[in-house]
T-cell receptor
């Protein structure tokens, strides 16, 4: 049973370019969460999605960041016009059910570096 | 919103000793408290969790205790081994709100 799959593992972008991060949840999981981790920091919630719906995006910056989880295919976290401060590890997690109190299982993350 | 504080930020123990990591939370409605272990460059892995209807939960060398009145919960690792060395994160969430609020992590170093 494959776990949460994220790609790419490492992504290098120059300032002003776009970054696209992909996440395929565990089989049978329909709830996806994105977190950002800065060096020596905890994980900060960004956005929570179900298929074709954004449930909670309260942790996501209002500009340049967007997320989707289409009916078919992986969830995508998109960062437009990247800046140096976007350099971080971005983790995706999934759970079979939503509504709180559900174990979330994480992927290996995408390490984004901005030159 | 919820705020989770975690202490200590670093913890060094000798192999075989016990290790205790403590977390406090601010939102009295929180009722789910997972703990994650993250090795360098790896994914956070769920190692144990506890819900507010119990005060303690054990899984081999790992135990978690919860004090709802004081709003704090703790991770206890007994008979530590070098492979326990990692960063440990506590988190909290509440019913109807799926997102987790994490503490800043504790780097545990177990020396042989």
């Amino acid at each position: 049973n494959a776990g949460v799959m994220q790609n790419p593992r490492h992504l290098v972008r120059r300032r002003g370019q776009e970054a696209r991060l992909r996440c395929s949840p565990m089989k049978g999981h329909s709830h996806v969460y994105w977190y950002r981790q800065l060096p020596e920091e905890g994980l900060k919630f960004m956005v929570y999605l179900q298929k074709e719906n954004i449930i909670d995006e309260s942790g996501m910056p209002k500009e340049r960041f967007s997320a989707e989880f289409p009916k078919e295919g992986p969830s995508i976290l998109r960062i437009q016009q990247v800046v140096r401060g976007d350099s971080a590890a971005y983790f995706c997690a999934s759970s079979p059910l939503g509504g709180g109190n559900q174990p979330q299982h994480f992927g290996d993350g995408t390490r984004l570096s901005i030159l | 919103g919820e705020n989770v504080e975690q202490h200590p930020s670093t913890l060094s123990v000798q192999e075989g000793d016990s290790a205790v990591i403590k977390c406090t939370y601010s939102d009295s409605a929180s009722n789910y408290f997972p703990w994650y272990k993250q090795e360098l460059g790896k994914r956070p892995q769920l190692i144990i969790d506890i819900r507010s209807n119990v005060g303690e939960k054990k899984d081999q060398r790992i135990a978690v205790t919860l004090n709802k009145t004081a709003k704090h919960f703790s991770l206890h690792i007994t008979e530590t081994q070098p492979e326990d060395s990692a960063v440990y994160f506590c988190a909290a969430s509440k019913e109807g709100y799926s997102t987790l609020t994490f503490g800043k992590g504790t780097m545990l170093l177990v020396s042989p």
